[in-house]
Structures are given as C-alpha cells and as structure tokens.
C-alpha cells in the first residue's frame, strides 16, 4: 500500500545499507546544525556587547529584539519563539524528507533519528550556570537557553510521535502490531516514559 507515494520495499542488503549511510548523514546534520545555531548566537552577542555603549545611549535601542520577546498571547510563548519553532521544524523536516522516497520504512526511521540527534543539544539547554557548557563555550543566556529548550523539546515529542504513528502503521499493513505490542511492551512504556520527561522538562 502506497502513503504518498512512499511504499515498503524488500529488506535486502542494499537497501538496509542505504538507509543505514542516509540516517547516519542526515542525523549528523542535524545534530551540527544544532552547534551552527549556538555558534551564530555567540557570533551576535559579541556583535552586541561591542555596541553596548551606544545602545545605552540609543532609547528606542532595539525594536526589533523587543518584539521578539514579547508573548504572543499569555502562555502562548513569544514572536522568536515561534519563528525559531517554524523555521525549525521547516529544517528538520526537510531532513527528514530528503533522499527517503519511497521508501516508507526510511522516512519512519529517519523521523526517530533525527529526533534522537536533537536530545543531548536540549537536555544541555535545561543545564543550570555554572554547569552548563553552552552557557560556557556560547555565552548564551539562561534565559534563551529555556526559551530554546522548550520549543526544541515540543518538536522532538512530534516527531518522536510521527515515527511511532508510521512504525505503528507498518506493523498493522504487515499484522505485527499486537505481537509486537506484546512483545515490546517494556520497550514502548520506556519510550512514553522518555516522551513524558521531555515534556515535563520543556514546561520548566
């Protein structure tokens, strides 16, 4: 059965070598994808600091920074938040995307890998000064760490979830999913565990 042009393929040697080269470069894209942003963050704020004297002097400083942090409505985070969340996920989702068709198993893997690739980068972001080594190594804020963290986390429950929903919809198309159910119960409690951590680490 085709889902948009995706369909499962044999499981043959070449296949399992393809997917397994493609996930591997995609995943490491996206993990130093991840260092480019807090690369260009360290890049602006010594851009910044150089400007500092002049800003103080300037009252209209910076418009621009500060609508980014104004919230869009309560609880609803804020215009950056949403830009960086947008821009974001059009990125990994391109990564997700690229070089997988048709092979249906390949774009379900590779929405688990590149999920994967984001968890040490957020869980650092969650890390107090002085122990965080991106507020070390970036001079980020704390408070743009959480704000990046907390949007980071909400796109790696989606995607963790799309890989399950499309693991989920290959098991029943080949009438594995209870047995695997049965057979991986501890394994998907885990997973939903991780999911309810992620989660409750986002909302700090």
């Not at 059965?1 to 499962?8: A, E, S, V």
């Not at 490491?28 to 260092?35: D, K, P, R, V």
């Not at 104004?70 to 995307?97: D, H, K, M, N, P």
């Amino acid at each position: 059965m085709d889902y948009f042009n995706y369909k499962f393929l044999p499981r043959t040697p070449e296949i399992n070598a393809h997917r397994r080269v493609y996930l591997d470069q995609y995943a490491n894209i996206a993990q130093t994808s991840q260092l480019a942003v807090h690369l260009l963050i360290l890049l602006y704020n010594l851009a910044t600091s150089k400007n500092a004297s002049n800003s103080r002097k300037n009252s209209n400083g910076a418009p621009v920074t500060s609508r980014l942090n104004t919230e869009i409505s309560r609880g609803c985070g804020t215009y950056g938040q949403w830009i960086f969340g947008l821009a974001w996920t059009a990125w990994l989702g391109y990564l997700v995307v690229a070089e997988t068709a048709p092979d249906f198993m390949h774009i379900t893997k590779r929405f688990g890998i590149i999920a994967a690739s984001q968890l040490p980068i957020h869980y650092l972001l969650a890390m107090p000064y002085p122990n965080s080594p991106l507020q070390l190594l970036f001079k980020s804020p704390r408070s743009l760490n959480l704000a990046l963290h907390k949007v980071t986390g909400k796109i790696i429950i989606a995607f963790f979830a799309a890989h399950v929903t499309l693991y989920s919809s290959a098991f029943v198309q080949m009438g594995l999913f209870w047995s695997s159910i049965t057979q991986l119960k501890f394994a998907v409690a885990g997973l939903w565990s991780s999911y309810l951590f992620s989660g409750f680490m986002s909302a700090i």
